[in-house]
């Protein structure tokens, strides 16, 4: 009986003891709260921020643009008789689309690269020690609020008033922030903006190429300026009227008197396959592939099916045989 009783108080003083050690995160599953620990570790996060725009878990975000800025313009015509696809409903610009599968897939999807972006901005201003070099932390910053420029550019260019997140929150507190105003939007888009001018570098080794320059971040404010100086057409729309076409100039100028870039002299080849990283591009996103691929898969979607199968050989060509991927 002595024994029975010794080994019960003897476990419940192991037990007891065991108890903080049971409290532990599972090392195999890091949480953002204690991955960012070296400089390596923010550059694998940024790098996360940068893949929003490839081709991944069936996302591909280059195909937002043919959807949101190419089916509801003169550029492309794709009403379909039953509006079987997304683009069919866009084009017909219909007052259904907040059902569309697409534009709920892109709502997430933005909104999800703006939080990568803000888990990285958080984490800088947490973790300032994680960093030797002082002015790549500074870089680093930059391209973070570059991203996040850049995704609600747009995302007030798609749908106006949208929600502003300055700071990684909750899934719950997200849904207690109401849309701001588009002007709102823009300041913030324009803060981001010219922090990233003043603070990335012109151009990069061939290890980094494809990172945000200080020349995209002008190229894309000239953008902005010009957006929004665009006739009001509606209360909430991107357009306001703003009549900033100056400031847009005197950033264009800047990049075409940098002498770094110059036009080519045929239209075609800008885009050629054999033709990456030319003169006349300011910023390029570094896709992996397989080989010559497309890089996405919207190409395919809209071009004559059986013709696509009989005469298109290169990678990602095909329908059904896009190549993937994934940003360096």
């Known amino acids: 009986m002595k024994k029975v009783l ?6 419940f003083f192991v037990l007891n003891a065991c108890e903080d050690d049971l409290d532990l995160t599972p090392i195999s599953d890091p949480g953002s709260n204690g991955f960012y620990l070296t400089q390596s570790d923010f550059t694998q ?3 996360g921020a940068y893949a929003a725009f490839g081709v991944q878990n069936n996302v591909d975000y280059p195909s937002f643009y043919v959807v949101m800025n190419e089916s509801r313009s003169d550029n492309i015509y794709s009403p379909g008789v039953s509006g079987v696809r997304d683009w ?3 084009n017909n610009l219909l007052n259904t689309l ?3 599968g697409t534009i709920r897939l892109l709502w997430n999807t933005t909104f999800n690269a703006i939080m990568r972006a803000n888990t990285v901005l958080d984490q800088l201003e947490k973790n300032p020690g994680a ?3 002082a002015s790549l932390r500074t870089r680093y910053e930059a391209e ?3 991203l996040r420029a850049y995704f609600y550019f747009d995302l007030v260019k798609w749908f106006g008033k949208v929600p ?8 719950t507190e997200a849904l207690s922030i109401g849309r701001s105003s588009v002007s709102e939007v823009y300041d913030l888009i324009i803060s981001d903006l010219d922090f990233a001018a003043k603070n990335l570098p012109d151009s990069y080794g061939s290890t980094d190429r494809g990172r945000a320059t200080a020349f995209a971040a002008k190229g894309i404010l000239a953008r902005v300026y010009l957006m929004r100086s665009g006739p009001k057409l509606h209360p909430d729309g991107p357009c306001l009227a703003s009549n900033e076409y100056a400031k847009a100039l005197t950033l264009l100028n800047e990049i075409i008197s940098s002498n770094k870039f110059s036009l080519l002299p045929s239209y075609a080849k800008v885009f ?9 591009i300011v910023w390029d996103l570094q896709y992996i592939t397989g080989g010559k691929g497309a890089g996405a898969y919207f190409p395919t979607e809209y071009y004559d099916e059986a013709w696509g199968r009989a005469n298109l050989t290169f990678a990602g060509g095909k329908p059904g045989r896009r190549a993937k991927a994934d940003l360096q």
């Open 98 to 100: 907040s059902t569309l």
């Open 144 to 146: 973070a609020r570059f």
């Open 131 to 133: 960093f030797t070099d």
């Open 164 to 171: 502003i997140f300055t700071k990684s929150v909750s899934p």
């Open 272 to 280: 050629d396959y054999d033709s990456e990283n030319n003169a006349e």
């Open 88 to 90: 069919n409903n866009v």
């Open 6 to 11: 010794f080994l019960i108080i003897a476990s």
């Open 45 to 47: 996060a940024l790098s």
